[in-house]
């Protein structure tokens, strides 16, 4: 971990695309037993957005990465590799990353999909950080894009009043601003003992898709809320502590928290665990809920758009998510 690498990679883009349909705390009053008070108060969530019927992942993360690409004056050609950070792709097979290709028309671009939740784009980022700092590869997107709304139960009020669709992307490249900029580290672990603790049952490798699963409700997610929420304070807080003590730094020296957006309250008692306050902790889950894999590229841009981030700043990353997964990342800008 601590060789010295060849290259840097920096983040030269980022790009964001949500469905136009908003669906409001209001709204899920009127099919479940819930109030607005009841999810605002135990979330931060006030509305989310819902994919249209011809929305998918890759149509999503195809408009975010285009959008990234021309805020770094880039073409699709340019890419070297598209990894595609997902939970809710497009079909079974083939990757939905090989369906984002052929919309950009990265003709010489490789592409495959990962499978890490709500970890996703941390997991993608530290793939992408990898390649560039190794030398194969210059112009790497990593994207994370999710239609969660298609894997809800609709009628479970402990679950679907937290997730919402959307995308984010964000355009990694080779850097000669050398070693103190980019992407400083990351750091992503697993612990497969809890995989029960958020799922969705239903695939076709234990057994074939049939009536009987899809009637149960096998095909969406199902979570241990209270579990979850312990885990994701205390994995978010230790990954972030280590990454910053890995680049020799303290809290002090963070301008700005970019954390997965699940729940405002966990955000909160990280922030408390840290010591940091929470203004430097960017938040934006009240507009669109927890959109796994899209969420911290989601807030990434934004925070880069509302001027929250200036170049010479230190951006910490942190997230939880199934499996479970976890994982951090520093960037100077
Ligand atoms: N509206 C009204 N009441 C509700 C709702 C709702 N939508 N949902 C649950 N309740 C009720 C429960 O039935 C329970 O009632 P009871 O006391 O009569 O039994 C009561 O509210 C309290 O329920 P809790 O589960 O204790 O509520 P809690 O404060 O823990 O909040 C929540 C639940 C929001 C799910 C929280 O546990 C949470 O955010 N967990 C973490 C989720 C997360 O971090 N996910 C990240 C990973 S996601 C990924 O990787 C895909």
């Known amino acids: 971990m601590n060789k010295p690498s060849l290259y840097q990679a920096e983040i030269v883009g980022t790009g964001i695309y949500?469905?136009?349909?908003?669906?409001?705390?209001?709204?899920?009053?009127?099919?479940?037993?819930?109030?607005?008070?009841?999810?605002?108060?135990?979330?931060?969530?006030?509305?989310?957005?819902?994919?249209?019927?011809?929305?998918s992942s890759s149509t999503l993360g195809a408009h975010a990465a285009r959008n990234a690409l021309i805020q770094a004056g880039?073409?699709?050609?340019?890419?070297?590799?598209?990894?595609?950070?997902?939970?809710t792709p497009?079909?079974?097979?083939?990757?939905?990353?090989?369906?984002?290709?052929?919309?950009?028309?990265a003709s010489k671009a490789a592409a495959y999909d990962i499978s890490a939740v709500c970890s996703g784009f941390v997991f993608g980022l530290s793939i992408a950080e990898q390649y560039i700092k190794c030398g194969r590869y210059e112009n790497i997107m990593?994207?994370?894009?999710?239609?969660?709304?298609?894997?809800?139960?609709?009628?479970?009020?402990?679950?679907?009043?937290?997730?919402?669709?959307?995308?984010?992307?964000?355009?990694?490249?080779?850097?000669?601003?050398?070693?103190?900029?980019?992407?400083?580290?990351?750091?992503?672990?697993?612990?497969?003992?809890?995989?029960?603790?958020?799922?969705?049952?239903?695939?076709?490798?234990?057994?074939?898709?049939?009536?009987e699963a899809v009637d149960s409700k096998m095909y969406c997610l199902k979570m241990s809320g209270q579990s979850t929420f312990k885990m994701a304070v205390k994995r978010m807080t230790e990954v972030s502590r280590e990454c910053l003590a890995f680049n020799g730094l303290s809290t002090e020296d963070v301008d700005l928290v970019v954390p997965h957006q699940a729940n405002r309250r966990i955000i909160e008692t990280i922030a408390g665990k840290l010591e940091v306050s929470i203004d430097k902790f960017f938040i934006n889950i009240h507009k669109y809920g927890n959109t796994s894999a899209a969420s911290i590229p989601i807030a990434l841009h934004e925070a880069r758009e509302s001027g929250k981030i200036q170049p010479g700043n230190l951006c910490l990353l942190t997230v939880l998510g199934a499996g479970l997964t976890w994982g951090a990342a520093a960037i100077r800008w």
């Open 74 to 87: 880039m073409t699709p050609e340019e890419l070297d590799l598209i990894i595609m950070c997902t939970s």
């Open 90 to 105: 497009d079909v079974l097979y083939p990757s939905t990353a090989c369906f984002v290709q052929k919309i950009l028309a």
């Open 142 to 211: 990593v994207i994370g894009a999710e239609v969660n709304s298609r894997i809800m139960d609709w009628t479970d009020r402990t679950t679907c009043i937290l997730f919402g669709d959307g995308a984010g992307a964000a355009l990694l490249k080779r850097t000669e601003r050398g070693e103190t900029v980019g992407i400083l580290s990351t750091h992503i672990y697993s612990d497969g003992n809890y995989t029960d603790t958020l799922m969705v049952p239903g695939g076709i490798g234990r057994e074939p898709v049939n009536h």
């Open 18 to 55: 949500l469905p136009e349909k908003v669906l409001t705390n209001a709204d899920l009053e009127k099919s479940l037993d819930t109030s607005d008070e009841w999810i605002f108060t135990r979330t931060g969530i006030q509305e989310r957005r819902i994919a249209q019927k011809d929305e």
